[in-house]
């Protein structure tokens, strides 16, 4: 079974995938750390991104991430170029852990932009970790080390939390750690359930 997760910045996804991760017979894949290895490795998305955003992106083979940052955050369109690039090519190194992890129970798969790749369509259960505004724009200043205004930025940028709740199976309310765990705890026992039983 594939499940996927989802939510805005600082929502708290990293904590729910931790979380299932202590479950037997799981893989986890998440989609944001595999795009920054392949954006480093894959010839296809450096061709596509130097050509886009220009040879400032790439310097000894390296992506420069503050250059390409700071072009994409500011601009919405260029977001939209830069997941368009990157994207199909996360999907297809997706398809793979997929084929090398059918043995397991569960394949997790963490994704910011779950609905808007359309990643959506390849999973057999959705959930979206849900936080408050202020409470995920706190989160992302202490982590990120950066003002109120470049959150609110990027949080903009993003899907509306209402949309993709519509659209998922389950939602978890990510306020402390021992309600998360409880609703990650109550929704592992019915995605297991539900396997053993298909």
């Not at 931790?18 to 920054?36: G, M, R, S, V, W």
């Not at 480093?40 to 596509?48: G, L, Q, W, Y």
């Not at 950066?146 to 940028?157: D, F, G, T, Y």
Request: proline share 2%; with cysteine.
């Amino acid at each position: 079974m594939i499940v996927g997760i989802t939510g805005g910045i600082g929502s708290g996804k990293s904590t729910v995938v931790k979380l299932l991760a202590k479950y037997p017979n799981t893989a986890i894949y998440t989609a944001d750390e595999e795009a920054k290895k392949l954006m480093n490795s894959s010839k296809i998305i450096a061709d596509k991104l130097i050509l886009e955003f220009g040879n400032e992106t790439y310097q000894n083979g390296e992506l420069q991430r503050d250059f390409l940052s700071k072009i994409v955050f500011q601009n919405p369109e260029k977001l939209a170029i830069l997941n368009s690039i990157v994207h199909p090519e996360v999907r297809n190194h997706f398809q793979n852990f997929i084929k090398l992890n059918q043995d397991k129970l569960l394949i997790i798969y963490e994704n910011a932009i779950l609905f808007e790749s359309k990643s959506n369509l390849i999973c057999d259960v959705i959930i979206t970790v849900f936080a408050s505004l202020l409470v995920r724009i706190e989160r992302v200043m202490q982590r990120d080390h950066c003002l109120n205004e470049a959150v609110v930025s990027r949080i903009k940028n993003q899907l509306n939390e209402e949309i993709k709740m519509l659209q998922s199976h389950y939602i978890i309310i990510n306020d402390t750690i021992e309600h998360t765990e409880n609703q990650v705890k109550y929704i592992h026992n019915i995605l297991t359930e539900k396997s053993i039983t298909i």
